[in-house]
C-alpha cells in the first residue's frame, strides 16, 4: 500500500511539474511573441509615441534602434563565448572591426586600382574599386571573423581565467591598432588609416526584384531607408538568436556547458577542450563579423575610432547586466545598455537638469554610470536580469555538500 502510495503521490508530482512547465514555457512563449511584435511595428507607432507629453522623448529613434540592435546581435554572439562556454573574452572588438573593414574592402572605392562589380545595387558600373551585393558581404564578412576567431583562438585557448582574459584583451588591442596604422603596408594602403573608408555601398536588391516584386533596389536612396534598415537589422537579430538558442541545446551547446561549469570534469568524461573552445570562441566572430560588416554599411564607413577597448567592456556589461548564458536575457541588457549609449542617458540628464536647475552633463560619465549600474547587479541580482536557469540555480540553492568537518565528526 505504501508503494503504491509513493507511486501515486510521485505521479502527481511529475503531472504537477509538467504543468507547471507546460505554464512557464506558455508564458515565455507569449511574451516572446508579444516582445517581437512590438519591436516589428515599432516604426508605425514611433512618431505617435513621440509625440507623448512625458515620455515621448524616452521612446528611440529609428536610426538609434538600429544602433542598439547590432549593439545587441553583438552582444548574443559574445554570450556564446562567455556565457556557454564560460571563457571570458575582452577582445571582442577585434571581430566587430574586422567584419566592418570586410565591408569596407569588397563594397568601396577603396581599391581604386581594380574595377570589379557583382551584384551591387546603387552605384555606378564604371565606379572603380570592388563592388560586390552587400548580402554577399554579410557572408563573406561572417566566414572571414570565424577564420580570425580561430586564428586568435588557437594560441590563446590553452590557457584560462586572467591569463585568457589577458591575452583576448591584447589581441583586441592589437587589430584597432592594425586598422589605424594599416595605410602604407610596403606601399600598401590597406585601412586607409586614421581617416577610415567611405563611402561604403547600401544594401538593395536591384532593378529586377524592384521591378517585379517590389523590393528596394537600394536602402539609401529610398524614402523609408530608416524603415528598411531597421527591418534588416531585426531580421539579422532573429537570425542571431535562433542560432544561438539552437547551439545551446545542441550536443556542441552541452559541451560548452560542462566545461563552464568544470572543465577538468568535462575533459575526463571526453569532451575535445581545444576543439570546442575554438568553435565557441568562430561562432561567436561569426555573429560579430555579420554586426559589423551590417553597422559599417549602415553608416556608410569604417572608421578605427569606433573600435576602441570600451567597445569590448560595454559588450560584456551587456551580458553581465541581462544574465550570463541566457540569450533573452542578454537581448534585454543590450537594448537597455544600447539605449542608456545612444539616446538614454543624454535624456535623462536634460530632464534632471530641468527638473533641477543643475548644469550637469550626465554623459560624460557614461562608463562610470555602467559600472555602477553593475556593481548594484552584483550586489542585488548577480544572475542578471533574466537569468538562465541552471546559473540561477547554482547561485541561489548552491550545491549542498556535506563539509569534510562534519563528515569526519559526526560520529564524535
Not at 560579430?288 to 569606433?306: Q, R, T, V
Request: charged fraction near 15%; hydrophobic fraction near 50%; include cysteine.
Amino acid at each position: 500500500m505504501a508503494r503504491e502510495q509513493r507511486a501515486t503521490g510521485g505521479g502527481g508530482g511529475r503531472a504537477a511539474l509538467l504543468a507547471r512547465t507546460t505554464l512557464e514555457r506558455l508564458r515565455s512563449r507569449a511574451f516572446l511573441l508579444v516582445a517581437i511584435g512590438l519591436l516589428l511595428f515599432y516604426p508605425s507607432y514611433v512618431d505617435s509615441a513621440q509625440d507623448l507629453e512625458l515620455m515621448g522623448e524616452f521612446f528611440p529613434s529609428l536610426n538609434s534602434m538600429v544602433i542598439m540592435i547590432v549593439f545587441t546581435m553583438m552582444a548574443v554572439g559574445l554570450n556564446i563565448v562567455v556565457g556557454y562556454a564560460g571563457l571570458l573574452d575582452l577582445g571582442y572588438v577585434a571581430f566587430y572591426a574586422a567584419g566592418a573593414y570586410t565591408a569596407a574592402w569588397f563594397a568601396s572605392l577603396q581599391f581604386e586600382q581594380v574595377t570589379f562589380h557583382f551584384g551591387a545595387v546603387g552605384v555606378s558600373e564604371d565606379l572603380p574599386g570592388i563592388h560586390i551585393s552587400i548580402w554577399l558581404v554579410l557572408l563573406l564578412a561572417a566566414l572571414f571573423t570565424t577564420v580570425v576567431g580561430i586564428m586568435i583562438g588557437l594560441p590563446t585557448l590553452r590557457l584560462r581565467g586572467d591569463y585568457l582574459a589577458i591575452v583576448t584583451l591584447g589581441f583586441g588591442e592589437i587589430i584597432p591598432q592594425f586598422v589605424r596604422n594599416g595605410d602604407s603596408i610596403a606601399g600598401f594602403d590597406l585601412t586607409h588609416g586614421t581617416f577610415g573608408i567611405s563611402p561604403i555601398d547600401s544594401p538593395g536588391f536591384g532593378s529586377t526584384l524592384n521591378d517585379t516584386f517590389g523590393l528596394p533596389e537600394s536602402y539609401r536612396q529610398a524614402t523609408n531607408a530608416q524603415e528598411l534598415f531597421f527591418w534588416t537589422a531585426v531580421v539579422l537579430l532573429l537570425f542571431t538568436v535562433f542560432c544561438s538558442v539552437r547551439l545551446r541545446d545542441s550536443r556542441l551547446g552541452r559541451a560548452w556547458i560542462a566545461i563552464r561549469e568544470d572543465e577538468t570534469a568535462a575533459a575526463a568524461m571526453g569532451v575535445p577542450l581545444m576543439r570546442t573552445k575554438t568553435w565557441a570562441y568562430a561562432l561567436g566572430a561569426f555573429f560579430g563579423g555579420i554586426a559589423g560588416a551590417y553597422y559599417a554599411s549602415f553608416k556608410s564607413g569604417a572608421f578605427p575610432a569606433d573600435f576602441y577597448f570600451n567597445i569590448s567592456i560595454f559588450l560584456l556589461c551587456m551580458v553581465i547586466l541581462g544574465g550570463i548564458g541566457s540569450v533573452w536575457g542578454v537581448i534585454v541588457g543590450g537594448m537597455v545598455l544600447g539605449w542608456l549609449n545612444v539616446e538614454g542617458l543624454a535624456t535623462i540628464g536634460s530632464k534632471v537638469n530641468e527638473a533641477t536647475g543643475i548644469d550637469f552633463e550626465v554623459p560624460k560619465y557614461q562608463f562610470g554610470i555602467y559600472g555602477f549600474i553593475i556593481v548594484l547587479m552584483m550586489l542585488f541580482r548577480p544572475v542578471g536580469l533574466i537569468p538562465e536557469r541552471r546559473h540561477q540555480r547554482e547561485l541561489e540553492e548552491g550545491v549542498h555538500d556535506e563539509p569534510l568537518y562534519d563528515a569526519t565528526h559526526e560520529g564524535n
